[in-house]
T-cell receptor
Framework: DAKTTQPPSMDCAEGRAANLPCNHS???????VYWYRQIHSQGPQYIIH???NNETNEMASLIITEDRKSSTLILPHATLRDTAVYYC????????????FGKGTRLSVIA | GAVVSQHPSWVICKSGTSVKIECRSL??????MFWYRQFPKQSLMLMAT?????????EQGVEKDKFLINHASLTLSTLTVTSAHPEDSSFYIC?????????????FGPGTRLTVT
């Protein structure tokens, strides 16, 4: 079972920041927060992951609350190509534990 | 990020025949590969986990005799759908992970769309 809760859908204006929330109130101390996205009819694409510190890469920023019970993925300047289903997943980094996908958030970027 | 390929990208087969799907990690050695399937408008469902040189571990409800998984090398895993039926029509996606990846992130292939007629 997915251990995260995400809103089913969100809209964002092109050029604006997209902030995608995720609740993971039962996260364990050794579990990381991973974000992936899936553009229609393609395989999921890795975006970012983190444990407790905020993280940033060329694609996005990940903000994790101090109690680690929730996080927000930020796409700073959304484009039409960012329209996709975004999945927030928690799992341990060690070992070979598979990613378990929930329903994700369908982000629609609007021109 | 690391690159994972799948072949074929789509396949149509007749009911009762078998279909093999290949998953390759192109620029890293994948110690573990995972197979998922996705039905229309649904999320990805994990089918099985395979470690190189070992038998695959199947999720509950997935028939291991129907979905044969081979992970004979660190860069190749295959999924064979045996005696395919129309209800097996789905989008099959593989992913690969490596102990060499610091974050143990999984990288996904582009998927294979199987249609059984």
């Amino acid at each position: 079972d997915a251990k995260t809760t995400q809103p089913p859908s969100m809209d964002c204006a092109e050029g604006r920041a997209a902030n995608l929330p995720c609740n993971h109130s039962t996260i364990s101390g050794n579990e990381y927060v991973y974000w992936y996205r899936q553009i229609h009819s393609q395989g999921p694409q890795y975006i970012i992951h983190g444990l407790k510190n905020n993280e940033t890469n060329e694609m996005a920023s990940l903000i994790i609350t101090e109690d680690r019970k929730s996080s927000t993925l930020i796409l700073p300047h959304a484009t039409l190509r960012d329209t996709a289903v975004y999945y927030c997943i928690v799992r341990p980094s060690s070992g070979n534990t598979p990613l378990v996908f929930g329903k994700g958030t369908r982000l629609s970027v609007i021109a | 990020g690391a690159v994972v390929s799948q072949h074929p990208s789509w396949v149509i087969c007749k009911s009762g025949t078998s279909v093999k799907i290949e998953c390759r990690s192109l620029d890293f050695q994948a110690t573990t590969m995972f197979w998922y399937r996705q039905f229309p408008k649904q999320s990805l469902m994990l089918m099985a986990t395979s470690n190189e040189g070992s038998k695959a571990t199947y999720e509950q409800g997935v028939e291991k005799d129907k979905f044969l998984i081979n992970h004979a090398s660190l860069t190749l895993s295959t999924l064979t759908v045996t005696s395919a039926h129309p209800e097996d029509s789905s989008f099959y996606i593989c992913s690969a992970s490596s102990s060499g990846l610091a974050g143990r992130e999984q990288y996904f292939g582009p998927g294979t769309r199987l249609t059984v007629t």
